[in-house]
């Protein structure tokens, strides 16, 4: 079936540092890739996104690549703060039902001041 | 603003309860989603739901019912609560059509014991 791959599950850094987080997904239909930050206690919110038209897409510190041909996607964080400390979640879009994402499954950010 | 909520932040239930979580949200999406969260395995879609009185089983619907009557509603019901089911639970809700995003709940953490 359909799956995402995400690495690593838990990810430490020195303030200041850059952060990469990688996921690799099996459908190639697949059009649709978002990003969510779970702080801790709190609910999973949509932090940026890339379609399947697009090689690269930045907001400030964040930045997320597709490579489709190798089916594959990150997420880059750059400048790290201690504020960026959370769960993170890749997921893709499915090939049958662009309504639904399948989700990896998470990795753990620590940002050390 | 989008606003997702449900109906209870903790729960506490015995093994063989019926257990109900609810799920509302305000902005008329059409979509609606129960996922369960477990340290290690992500999100994972329990249900789904297109449009009122439709669902769509998802990759672990075992044990759980959904129920949709109204467009703003979307219930999980356990029908006979067991230890497995112990997890966290979130409802989440986007608009239909392609790139839109998934705005997720507080979540229920459900314990049973």
């Known amino acids: 079936g359909e799956n995402v791959e995400q690495h690593p599950s838990t990810l430490s850094v020195q303030e200041g540092d850059s952060a990469v987080i990688k996921c690799t997904y099996s459908?190639?239909?697949?059009?649709?890739f978002p990003w969510y930050k779970q702080e801790l206690g709190k609910r999973p919110q949509l932090i940026i996104d890339?379609?399947?038209?697009?090689g690269e897409k930045k907001d400030q510190r964040i930045a997320v690549t597709l490579n489709k041909t190798a089916k594959h996607f990150s997420l880059h964080i750059t400048e790290t703060q201690p504020e960026d400390s959370a769960v993170y979640f890749c997921?893709?879009?499915?090939?049958?039902?662009?309504?639904?994402?399948?989700f990896g499954t998470g990795t753990r950010l620590q940002v050390f001041p | 603003d989008v606003k997702v909520t449900q109906s209870s932040r903790y729960l506490v239930k015995r093994t063989g309860e019926k257990v109900f979580l609810e799920c509302v949200q305000d902005?008329?999406?059409?979509?609606m989603f129960w996922y369960r969260q477990d340290p290690g395995l992500g999100l994972r879609l329990i249900y789904f739901?297109?449009?009122?009185?439709?669902?769509e089983k998802g990759d672990i619907p075992e044990g759980y019912s959904v129920s949709r009557e109204k467009k703003e509603r979307f219930s999980l019901i356990l029908e006979s609560a067991s230890t497995n089911q112990t997890s966290m639970y979130l409802c989440?809700?986007?608009?239909?059509?392609?790139?839109?995003?998934?705005?997720f709940g507080p979540g229920t953490r459900l314990t049973v014991l």
């Open positions: 902005m008329d999406h059409e979509n």
């Open positions: 997921a893709a879009s499915m090939r049958y039902n662009t309504d639904k994402l399948i």
């Open positions: 459908d190639s239909a697949s059009n649709y």
């Open positions: 989440a809700s986007r608009r239909q059509g392609d790139f839109n995003e998934q705005f």
């Open positions: 890339i379609r399947s038209n697009v």
């Open positions: 739901s297109y449009d009122v009185k439709m669902k």
